[in-house]
Every structure is written in C-alpha cells, then in structure tokens.
C-alpha cells in the first residue's frame, strides 16, 4: 500500500461557510422563489474541484490507500451542503465527480508512480481551488 499524506480541501469550504455567503452575494433569496435555481460565481471552479475529487477518490482507491473513501464522504458532505434541494446543481456536481472518477478509471488499472504522481497533482490543484474559492466567495 502506498501511503499519501492527507490533504482533503473541502474542510476549507465547509468551515468556511461558502453556500451562505456566496449565495448572498449571488443574490439568492429566500422563499418561494429560492426552489428556481440560480447561478454562483464560483459554479465553474466548484464543478472543477468536484472532477478533481472523483478523480482522487478513483486513484486512491486503486492504490489501497485506508481513507480512500473519505473523498467520496466529502463529495456527499458537499453536495449536501452546496446543492441543497436544487436537483439541476446536485446532478451537476455528481457527473463532475463521476467524469474525474471515469477518466482515471479508463487510464490507470493498477497503482503505478505515475497514478501516484497524477494523484499528487489533482490534490495540489484541488487544493488550490478550494483556497480561491474560500478566499473570494467565503465569509
């Protein structure tokens, strides 16, 4: 088994509160009116980051690493959190997560140094995605 040292940057979304404070600033109201869908400025960035998840998850998973699945539990947790009852977003989010996981899948069917590096980049990109996003969009 190889060992990856840990480096989960949806922590950095939760805690920071993203969904109240970019939904605000989007100018998402309350009520009725909250069911229509609206667009937040960091869509594009969160459906990356969603990609790059599923993409860890798959590599992680192939190379036996013990929380492997814990990328997958922080795709529910954000998903949960970020898409709420919107079903459009949600399903957004989860064909990003299943495309990054497909993507590796097609590509790497044993842990190789190279899944190993390809792992190691997603989450430096990752990372720095959630950073952006918590630095612009967070409270």
Not at 26 to 43: H, L, Q, R
Not at 64 to 86: I, P, T, Y
């Amino acid at each position: 088994m190889i060992r990856f040292p840990v480096a989960r940057w949806w922590f950095l979304l939760v805690l920071a509160g993203l969904p109240a404070a970019a939904m605000a600033q989007a100018g998402v109201a309350n009520g009725p009116a909250a069911n229509t869908e609206k667009p937040v400025p960091y869509d594009a960035r969160l459906l990356r980051l969603a990609e790059i998840t599923g993409s860890v998850h798959y590599l992680r998973t192939l190379c036996k690493d013990d929380k492997a699945d814990d990328w997958r539990r922080s795709m529910q947790e954000l998903l949960d959190k970020e898409a709420g009852s919107e079903a459009l977003r949600r399903a957004r989010l989860t064909a990003a997560f299943n495309r990054g996981y497909r993507a590796f899948a097609s590509v790497y069917m044993a842990c190789t140094p190279a899944a190993v590096t390809a792992d190691g980049k997603y989450r430096a990109e990752g990372a720095t995605l959630a950073s952006e996003i918590v630095a612009r969009f967070g409270n």
